[in-house]
């Protein structure tokens, strides 16, 4: 596979932990709100990164980086996923994956082989066809996510489920079904919509939900994961 981007040092990107976050290239979803769409549509428009560069980066940094997160893009479209997290958690780095858990069987794997630490997992809409189908751009098999979902909650691992709210997809009864559906959940994280760099043109000049909104969409997911926080700011992207 091409590593096409790396953040060499990230305060944000793993609750707690300081890390690198390598970003690999291409996806099964065309979400419109997605803000990494270049890598999707045009991965050639990035320098291609040697895993041996970054290796050598967290050969020097291991006294200060954490872990390493694996995002895009869409990791787990790849078959050599499993070498990319071995090689990295036999450098002694925690590894954690960022999903749209459209690929339970490797999520599974990942997690059988115990080469990851933690997941995030993205809950595009209410788990219905119509309205998936709607927020990840794409004809989706809503078996699959429901599936990894269950996969998570009963593996033992650390993980939370996101869910980047769209006020044009993304309703409060949405949100409040989604919560419902992952009932008991470890961590429910609400993420503010950053319009600026949508995919969709017709999203970018759309309005995040404002504070006051998502407090009420938070409390409406708190009556199932009381675990349920809010990322980002109304302010950051606009």
């Not at 979803?29 to 999707?40: D, E, G, Q, T």
Request: glycine fraction near 6%.
């Amino acid at each position: 596979m091409d590593i096409k981007g790396l953040v060499e040092v990230s305060f944000v990107d793993w609750d707690g932990k300081v890390a690198s976050v390598i970003f690999l290239p291409g996806c099964n979803f065309r979400c419109p709100m997605c803000h990494n769409y270049r890598l999707i549509t045009n991965p050639g428009e990035f320098e291609s990164i040697p895993l041996e560069r970054i290796l050598a980066f967290l050969a020097k940094r291991k006294d200060f980086i954490d872990g390493v997160v694996i995002t895009g893009g869409e990791p787990t479209i790849y078959a050599d996923l499993p070498d990319l997290c071995r090689t990295i958690k036999n450098s002694g780095f925690v590894v954690k994956l960022d999903t749209n858990g459209y690929n339970p069987e490797m999520l599974k794997r990942l997690i059988d082989e115990k080469l990851i630490d933690y997941v995030a997992m993205d809950i595009k809409s209410a788990i219905v066809k119509e309205k998936y189908d709607l927020a990840a751009g794409a004809d989706v098999d809503v078996a699959k996510i429901k599936e990894s979902i269950e996969i998570l909650m009963k593996s033992g691992i650390d993980y939370e489920f996101r869910t980047t709210v769209v006020p044009a997809i993304n309703s409060v009864q949405d949100i409040s079904e989604i919560a419902r559906t992952i009932s008991g959940a470890r961590k429910f994280v609400l993420q503010y919509f950053r319009p600026g760099g949508a995919m969709d043109p017709a999203l970018r000049k759309t309005k995040p939900a404002s504070k006051e909104e998502m407090d009420a969409i938070l409390q409406a997911a708190r009556e199932h994961v009381k675990n349920t926080v809010i990322r980002g700011s109304p302010f950051v992207g606009i």
